[in-house]
């Protein structure tokens, strides 16, 4: 949905599509409240993964329809940084409200929230600040036309490249990978995976700042801080894949930390695409970027699961998540992370000569 979300958001502007947003979401969390199938509360959830789509990009195109330079590097961090407060509430929180008062009632009052959300959007926000000039809204053709010519632009082909790198590896551990390794190949208990999990979020909140005023103070060094983000969790995960056996909790747990910077890193892509292109064309240029870290993603959890299947038959071993399984099925990662950096240095290069 990034795509055609963005092209939108270059049309009707981010307060629209933030309201549109909630309300898609407040209608899928109905939907699964009130499912009667499995199938129709899978319908539900696209609903809601829909609506999210309008989220993310809408709220960073509102804080540079408000703010410029190093004062939208900051707030674009930070906005992302308490962001990734719903994780933690949607785990801990909702868990007690979905135990106490049950299915239905629980996703009610999270659609309720959400069409709470929608007014208060209608009532409190505008796209830029009084003041400022407006620019002309953009036809769908005209909005579809600066897409393409942003995806034919150097430099936001390497901001997409840089989501993808240093995004992907957080989320497919985060998503999917770090339950089944941690509880059952590493042998600890769902807590430790659980308290793994949410320090992970918090982690953001203390290196998204952190990167964030490196990107408002120093611009020149996000290339560099792309290398030694994806450096960093690369040796992380040589270092975790190298030991033979089960590993002691806090290597775990320092390499989890270590693995998360990438989340706050991946909003680089957006410090890249507030400079280089026009505020009437930031939606689709930031919907194009975003897809990148969830393309590789989504690839690299297949890759790793494909790897650790093919494993299990090969070796003929009756346990399919075990130590040796994931170290091959996580070493599949790397291609993924060298594709991304080896994209991402090409199309650096081509900017950099393009703007030279």
């Known amino acids: 949905m990034q795509i055609p979300v963005g092209i939108l958001l270059d049309r009707f502007g981010a307060k629209v599509l933030l309201a549109v947003g909630a309300f898609i979401m407040a209608t899928g969390q109905l939907t699964v409240a009130f499912a ?3 199938g129709v509360a899978v319908v539900g959830r696209m609903l809601v993964g829909m609506g999210d789509s309008f989220t993310f990009i809408s709220m960073i195109r509102m ?4 703010y410029e330079g190093p004062k939208a590097s900051r707030l674009q961090q930070y906005v992302s940084t308490v962001g990734q407060l719903g994780q933690f509430f949607s785990a801990v929180p909702f868990w007690f409200m979905l135990e106490s008062l049950g299915w239905n009632t629980a996703f009610s009052i999270m659609a309720t929230a959400s069409l709470l959300a929608v007014l208060l959007l209608i009532s409190f926000t505008s796209d830029q600040a009084k003041g400022q000039e407006k620019h002309a809204a953009a036809s769908l053709k005209v909005a579809t036309s600066q897409l393409v010519e942003n995806a034919r632009n150097s430099g936001i082909r390497m901001a997409f490249w840089t989501h993808f790198v240093t995004q992907s590896t957080t989320t497919s551990v985060g998503l999917l990978w770090a339950v089944p390794f941690l509880v059952t190949a590493e042998g600890q208990p769902h807590d430790f995976a659980a308290f793994v999990l949410t320090s992970m979020v918090f982690m953001g909140f203390i290196t998204g700042p952190v990167i964030g005023w490196i ?3 120093r611009p020149e060094f996000r290339g560099r801080l792309v290398y030694i983000v994806v450096s960093l969790i690369v040796l992380t995960w040589i270092l975790l894949l190298s030991i033979p056996n089960q590993a002691p909790a806090w290597l775990l747990f320092s390499c989890f930390l270590v693995i998360s910077i990438g989340g706050p890193a ?5 410090d890249f695409t507030k400079d280089i292109v026009a505020k009437d064309r930031l939606g689709s240029a930031n919907g194009f970027a975003n897809v990148g870290g969830f393309l590789a993603t989504f690839v690299m959890m297949y890759l790793t699961g494909l790897v650790i299947d093919i494993y299990k038959g090969a070796s003929g071993v009756s346990e399919r998540y075990t130590v040796e399984a994931f170290r091959w099925g996580f ?3 790397f291609l993924v992370i060298a594709v991304g950096i080896t994209f991402f240095t090409v199309e650096r290069r081509k900017f950099f000569k393009t703007t030279a």
């Open 266 to 270: 991946s909003m680089v892509a957006f």
């Open 63 to 66: 804080i540079n329809g408000w």
């Open 215 to 217: 990107c408002a103070k």
């Open 36 to 38: 009667p199938s499995l």
């Open 331 to 333: 070493s599949a990662q």
